[in-house]
């Protein structure tokens, strides 16, 4: 690619691209000024990014017409970073090679930079002559802003439907918590359970090594270690949908056995009733955190992840554990089911095999490449922890091809060998702390809180973003009023079916 630093002919810098200047040889400025005049936008953009804006005289003059957004530059040459700090934020694509780039990557640095709201709050353009001298990168740019557009469109969607299932998973848990237990940090070796297939060949370990380990049950194993006989110390579960309250069926016949969950996690009514529940809070929470202020219930707080043994990963990180492993934390296809049995999902899943799609035909899918245990297996491979604290993963002996990053697969040998010299647990991880609330003030709690949380454009982003993107991106005052309307009646229809369950 070839480019050249030039001056016009009124002393500015001008450059050039291909055999094609990227600036006017006489004015840069003036021409500059004259492109932003002529741009139009239908919304108030927060962000403007502009597709290789070279030396960067649009971002001054772009600053000048939107004195509030942001502008960025998709950057195509190493050549132009120099110029950098016209910008407000850099999006590098230098590296981009024709037929080689990967067709994800700049689609993912796009979302990063803006997230799934910021997208639509942005306000796209090229700069022609870029566009002329990088035609072949403009046209890809385009094509990654449009997957960037629709990633966010789609998770928006799933957004404004789970959001309004985790508010009445909320209701839920608040409503009908009894027996709040407290976690105490552990100094001995840590083992989670996973649902993969490979747990089958680490259950001969982990009865063995028992009383040596802190054993926590993510939710979709909880019926694999149960059906051995082997009872975890506690199990762990997120997950706000029917199959999380599915797996979890299982501990309503042991009442011993406590459950870390979070507020918008959905689990029994029965296992509210009679098992020790360990609260687990989302930072990014706030209705929660005002919930568990409201009615003085203590909590441990959590980070929001993809995958529920990325969660506990990180929560366990911080409360203890000088060694952690894995077991059943596969990742990949097999060959046989896509989890250790029995497991809910496939006694279910079960009872519609039939002559014209049978049991073999859906377990053959397993072994198929699957785009959800791809990004768990990437967040695996990229997370990174502060600290001593060692893990793995126990891989049994045929081992993986996926590697995740600092997490080491060893054999159940070796985990054993580790394991030996442990001493055994002498103290329990969770400590019952009663309290008691009549129903009746416990639900004027949650209706007072939830009634001033509704008020707050913290409620309206979180349970509504597409409306509060389309409010936000209005141009006019009786637009943003309209879409203010939506949000305040929809709100309160949602108010009011929630007052109806407490009552």
Not at 69 to 95: L, M, P, V, Y
Not at 145 to 153: L, P
């Amino acid at each position: 690619m070839a480019t050249e630093i030039l001056k016009a002919k009124n002393g500015s810098d001008c450059a050039k691209a291909n055999g094609v200047f990227l600036h006017s040889q006489y004015n840069p400025q003036i021409e500059a000024e004259r492109f932003a005049q002529n741009v139009r936008a239908n919304f108030v953009p927060e962000k403007i990014i502009i597709i290789e804006g070279a030396l960067g005289y649009v971002a001054s003059e772009l600053k000048k017409k939107f004195p509030s957004a942001k502008i960025g530059t998709i950057r195509f040459s190493k050549d132009f970073f120099s110029w950098n700090g016209k910008f407000d934020f850099i999006i590098d694509e230098s590296d981009f090679e024709q037929g080689e780039k990967n067709a994800d990557s700049l689609s993912e640095k796009i979302f990063n930079a803006l997230g799934e709201e910021g997208v639509f709050k942005t306000l796209f353009l090229e700069w022609p002559p870029s566009a002329r001298a990088f035609s072949d990168e403009t046209k890809f740019a385009w094509q990654e802003i449009k997957s960037a557009t629709e990633k966010a469109r789609a998770i928006l969607a799933t957004r404004e439907y789970f959001e309004k299932k985790w508010l009445k998973n909320k209701i839920n848990f608040f409503r009908k918590i009894k027996n709040v237990a407290h976690f105490e940090k552990v100094d001995f070796p840590i083992l989670f359970c996973a649902s993969g297939p490979s747990l089958k060949s680490a259950i001969p370990l982990i009865k063995k090594m028992r009383e040596k380990i802190f054993l926590v049950s993510l939710s979709s194993s909880i019926s694999v270690l149960l059906h051995e006989g082997i009872f975890p110390d506690i199990c762990f579960s997120t997950d706000g949908g029917f199959w999380a309250k599915k797996h979890l069926d299982s501990l309503e016949r042991f009442q011993k056995i406590p459950l870390a969950l979070t507020s918008e996690g959905e689990c029994a009514s029965a296992i509210f009733e009679k098992n020790e529940i360990l609260p687990l809070c989302y930072d990014d929470d706030a209705l929660s955190k005002k919930l568990f202020a409201a009615l003085e219930i203590p909590y441990m707080q959590a980070r929001r992840n993809g995958t529920v043994s990325g969660t506990a990963l990180e929560f366990f990180l911080a409360n203890g554990g000088k060694e952690i492993f894995f077991a059943g934390l596969d990742l990949a296809g097999g060959e046989t089911f896509a989890h250790a049995q029995p497991n809910a999902l496939e006694l279910d899943a079960a009872q519609k095999d039939f002559r014209l799609r049978t049991k073999a035909t859906r377990i053959a899918k397993a072994s198929l490449p699957s785009p959800s245990l791809e990004i768990y297996a990437a967040w695996f491979s990229n997370f990174s922890w502060n600290g001593e604290q060692k893990v793995f993963r126990i891989c049994g002996e045929a081992g993986f091809k996926n590697l995740l990053g600092k997490i080491k697969d060893i054999s159940s040998k070796e985990a054993e060998a580790m394991l030996k010299n442990s001493a055994e647990k002498k103290s329990p991880c969770a400590i019952p702390q009663i309290k008691f609330f009549s129903n009746e003030n416990r639900n004027c709690e949650i209706k007072k809180t939830l009634l001033e949380f509704s008020k707050s454009e913290e409620w309206q982003k979180e349970i509504f973003p597409s409306e509060c993107i389309l409010r936000d991106r209005a141009a006019s005052d009786e637009e943003k009023q309209k879409h203010s309307k939506a949000i305040f009646e929809k709100t309160e229809n949602i108010l009011k079916e929630i007052f109806e369950r407490l009552k």
